[in-house]
């Protein structure tokens, strides 16, 4: 099992930047799939990008060319840059371990953005 702590989240105007952070510990980091999942109030809970263990990523449509994903294996710590915030990026931001039979998840980090 992984233990995973997000930090980063904060509030933010419309076209601003935050970068959040993922701090694993517990499991051999460099092995899990890593990825960033949000939760708007009253919505499911959505992907919004991943890292494999290669460094392969994939993105959400909606943060596609805003959002960037990036591991550092030696601080087994994952990140989200997030550049040109929008109001409708405000939501729970939620860090995923996963590896096969196994899937972690963090406690959140609000990020809001004002208009």
């Known amino acids: 099992q992984v233990q995973l702590v997000e930090s980063g989240g904060g509030l933010v105007q419309a076209g601003g930047s935050l970068r959040l952070s993922c701090a694993a510990s517990g499991s051999i980091f460099s092995r899990n799939t890593m990825g960033w999942y949000r939760q708007a109030p009253g919505k499911q809970r959505e992907l919004v990008a991943t890292i494999a263990s290669g460094g392969i990523t994939n993105y959400a449509d909606a943060v596609k060319g805003r959002f960037t994903i990036s591991r550092d294996n030696a601080k087994n710590t994952v990140y989200l840059q997030m550049n040109s915030l929008k109001p409708q990026d405000t939501a729970v931001y939620y860090c995923?371990?996963?590896?096969?039979?196994?899937?972690?998840w963090g406690r959140g980090t609000q990020v809001t953005v004002s208009s």
């Open positions: 995923n371990a996963k590896r096969p039979g196994s899937s972690s």
